[in-house]
């Protein structure tokens, strides 16, 4: 089966669980969205996904091999990661060159182009660009690419609202034109609704739900009305989260959405997928007691 299988992968730091028996897969030919606070445990994952550190426990394989310390998945998956990983004294044409020696799906034509519609001047030293620019490099690099998998730590960061747009325009007519996995890793979750397919959400190092964008997006609502008669529909349902206005009660709730509710003044409307991330969040937060230094400590 071609995928990237993730199974029981733990990570400790000291007193610190950074990832706590974390198990998902991301199928071959989708967009998935990998969402998380800052500091939730995303970029723990695609280190480790990348052999730039190694779990504690769990296994990772990719297309069925086994990821750590293995050269023959290393043409399958690429992690372009917020670290400064490459020699800054270099210019970025001699960047990409370099790419294009370590990697045989590297296209080096698509790379300039690319390149050039950012504006990325390819004869300054890496050192020498803005974060922006910095990022827009490496994003450069990740769609000149062909490989199956590749993974987007925190894209779009110091990236100014056109180069975002962008950023986002070309990441889908890559996908058009070259099928494969795609996982977009941040917090931004307004930005990237629209793009994704599949949604993986991380938080205090576990996984809270892996589900479509179209199944979450049916099955999370929100009902206000009256405070009372609010509680009263809300009995024996999952609520995620709740507001309260003076008499007035605004209720997040899973599952599945009533047409009409007779009887009572209520309304009911669709969540959007920020909005649920957040409740959803502030819901473990409440059932887990904190951080993921409160867990390791714990622990």
């Given at each position: ?54 779990a504690d426990e769990g296994e990772i394989f990719i297309d069925g091999l086994p990821a750590t310390e293995n050269m023959a998945v290393q043409e399958k998956i690429f992690c372009m990661s917020e670290a400064d990983l490459y020699d800054t004294s270099l210019r970025v044409r001699e960047l990409f060159r370099w790419t294009d020696r370590f990697y045989d799906s590297f296209d080096l034509e698509r ?189």
């Amino acid at each position: 089966m071609n995928a990237v299988n993730i199974h029981n992968v733990t990570k400790r730091y000291q007193k610190v669980t950074a990832l706590d028996h974390v198990s998902f897969t991301l199928e071959h030919g989708k967009i998935y969205g990998f969402l998380g606070r800052n500091g939730a445990g995303k970029s723990t994952l695609i280190n480790i996904l990348a052999n730039r550190i190694f779990a504690d426990e769990g296994e990772i394989f990719i297309d069925g091999l086994p990821a750590t310390e293995n050269m023959a998945v290393q043409e399958k998956i690429f992690c372009m990661s917020e670290a400064d990983l490459y020699d800054t004294s270099l210019r970025v044409r001699e960047l990409f060159r370099w790419t294009d020696r370590f990697y045989d799906s590297f296209d080096l034509e698509r790379a300039l182009n690319i390149a050039e519609r950012f504006g990325l001047d390819t004869g300054k030293k890496f050192r020498a660009l803005s974060k922006g620019y910095q990022s827009i490099f490496k994003l450069t690099v990740a769609l000149a690419l062909d490989v199956p998998y590749v993974v987007f730590d925190e894209p779009v960061l110091g990236l100014d609202a056109n180069h975002r747009e962008l950023f986002y325009e070309l990441l889908l007519n890559n996908y058009e034109e070259h099928p494969r996995t795609i996982v977009i890793a941040t917090h931004l979750i307004e930005e990237v609704a629209n793009l994704i397919e599949e949604v993986v959400l991380i938080d205090h190092g576990r996984i809270l739900l892996e589900d479509s964008v179209e199944h979450l997006l049916e099955t999370g609502y929100c009902v206000s009305g009256i405070s009372e008669d609010v509680e009263e529909f809300c009995r024996d349902r999952k609520v995620i989260g709740e507001d309260t206005l003076g008499g007035m009660k605004l209720a997040y709730v899973m599952g599945e959405r009533p047409r009409t509710v007779p009887g009572r003044n209520l309304q009911i409307t669709g969540m959007n997928l920020q909005k649920l991330f957040v409740k959803l969040t502030e819901d473990a937060d409440r059932k887990t007691g904190g951080s993921a230094e409160k867990r390791g400590q714990k622990e």
